[in-house]
């Protein structure tokens, strides 16, 4: 378990979620979760104004109406992002549709969770599935603010003569501190970059190189 707490804001109208989530959170052994609770916008704007969340998972229905998407509202709206940037947010919803999904990717969720089956509307362990899902994200953005600071703050002082003059103004990937395919664009580097390198364990850096 990581010793670093990692800061969860749980928001959903209804009580025994809110508990069900807050306990599998709190007895995860991949990282140490401090977690806390709203049941509205009103009380989330005012959590995220005094604590710096890392992970917020947000009910689409906030009021019992199916037809009231003031989760997705919350997100669009900007509150979440503007308090919580880096924040992992995850959408979760008792009545999941194809086109609610796209919304909730659309204004920035990280995933989309449904509360039950579609099909039968049977209950799922879907709170173990969230928890999964922010903890995946996390180490994810951990290990890509590693490369970013290794890249930056070691590699890229040592071999910036290099890349000026090999790659001017193109787009290059980095991986294991070395330049692994370059192009003009972003749509010619990904073209170069072989499947391998796109979806292994360790992605790629990008990385622009700006001709002074």
Known sequence: MSKITTKVLIIDDDEAPRINLRSVFESSRRRKYEVATTKDATEAESAVQS????VIVVDIMLTGNPTNEVGI????????????????KIVITAYPTYERC????????????????????????????VVVSASDRLDELEAEAKQEALVFEEWLPKHEGMLLDKYPNQYIAIRDEHVISSGGSMISLGAALRQSWKHGDKKP????VAKK
Do not use: H, T
């Open 205 to 208: 850096f990008i990385l622009f």
């Open 51 to 54: 604590v710096q969340f890392d």
């Open 102 to 129: 796209v919304r909730a990717m659309r204004v920035g969720a990280w995933d989309f969770i449904p509360k039950v089956n579609a099909q039968s509307l049977k209950p799922l362990l879907w709170e173990s599935k």
């Open 73 to 88: 509202e919350l997100l669009s709206e900007g509150m979440l992002f503007a308090s919580c940037p880096k924040a992992v």
